[in-house]
Antibody, heavy 117, light 106 residues
């Protein structure tokens, strides 16, 4: 079965960069689309962006100037980098596989990131 | 951006009760997807492409709707159904989620 696992620092200082890794097992990231979603305190969920099998990316316009999603196919991992973070980037970050008509069928357990000095 | 509005925000239901959750879109969408999230766990795909139940979802769940209005119905509420349910559209970018309906058991 497809399994995803997020990893990265739980605390980031304002103005620094947030870097997360999603490790995938049971399926190759050279197929399908792979995305990041975040859930803010208060439960609002936001799609962050995705990378696909051809290494093409798409980002939420609200983040477009600060975000980069890349991958390492040899390790079956993909990555999120979010620059110039503020306290408003405090959230639980999930990685997930996209399927069909753009739904997320497999999710990682999520990693909580707090932006604070 | 398509805004999804879910109602109610919170509701409480008794075991055996019929429950209906609503998701309204600011523009027409072709398909709506739903996720169930229990406390302390990640969201789980629940219903996809408007009406297809994800693997393991009991058939007391159903969805109807089209265009800008969709409803998720539980025919007979069970304790394990207590969770937050989110709708999500993939018809246009950016992909967007509703604000969620928290369903509690009485």
């Amino acid at each position: 079965e497809v399994q995803l696992q997020e990893s990265g620092p739980g605390l980031v200082k304002p103005s620094q960069s947030l870097s997360l890794t999603c490790s995938v097992t049971g399926y190759s990231i050279t197929s399908n689309y792979w995305g990041w979603i975040r859930k803010f305190p208060g439960n609002k969920m936001e799609w962050v962006g995705y990378i696909n099998y051809s290494d093409n990316t798409s980002y939420n316009p609200s983040l477009k100037s600060r975000i980069s999603i890349t991958r390492d196919t040899s390790k079956n991992q993909f990555f999120l980098q979010l620059n110039s973070v503020t306290t408003e980037d405090t959230a639980t970050y999930y990685c997930a596989r996209l399927a069909g008509y753009w739904y997320f069928d497999f999710w990682g357990p999520g990693t909580m990131v707090t932006v604070s000095s | 951006e398509i805004v999804l509005t879910q109602s109610p925000t919170t509701m409480t239901a008794s075991p055996g009760e019929k429950v209906t959750l609503t998701c309204r879109a600011s523009s027409s969408v072709s398909y709506m997807h739903w996720y169930q999230q229990r406390s302390g766990t990640s969201p789980k795909l629940w219903i996809y492409e408007t009406s297809k139940l994800a693997s393991g979802v009991p058939n007391r769940f159903s969805v109807s709707g089209s265009g800008t209005s969709y409803s998720l119905t539980i025919n007979s509420m069970e304790t394990e159904d207590a969770a937050t349910y989110y709708c999500q559209q993939g018809s246009s970018y950016p992909l967007t989620f509703g604000s969620g309906t928290k369903l509690e058991i009485k």
